[in-house]
């Protein structure tokens, strides 16, 4: 199954991007969730964190220095969220691997 980020890392459908490497994309959430709300997508296929294997340490390393580097660019200097919702209890709808950085807003805790 081709899912939604597969067809936006292809160009097949658009999205608002933030970054692309050879790893990795970063995206603008269609839907956000807190002023700034960005989705960081691995290029390869892994379809969630609880399956990932030591051999992608490299690229889920790679996603969070990623995280770290957009923060920076869009001045969420007073704290920012990452996230990875992993299977139906986790709210995962997206099967396959994307980081959710939140800011631009006092987020609280715990989340619900
Ligand atoms: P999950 O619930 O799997 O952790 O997160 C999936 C995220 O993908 C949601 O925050 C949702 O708003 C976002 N999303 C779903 N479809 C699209 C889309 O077509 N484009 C973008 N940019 N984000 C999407």
Known sequence: MT???????NKEITAEF???DDICIGIMDIDPK??????????????RIGVAEES???ILGHLLLTAKKIASEHD???GFR???NNG?????TVP???VHLLGGRKLTWPPG
């Open 88 to 92: 139906p209890d986790g709210g995962e």
């Open 56 to 58: 992608e340490k490299q």
């Open 34 to 47: 807190a002023p700034f709300h960005a989705l960081i997508i691995p290029k390869q296929l892994i379809a």
């Open 96 to 98: 396959h691997l994307h």
């Open 18 to 20: 933030l970054h692309e």
């Open 3 to 9: 899912t939604i980020f597969q067809k936006i890392i």
């Open 76 to 78: 969420l200097n007073e």
């Open 82 to 84: 990452i996230v990875i």
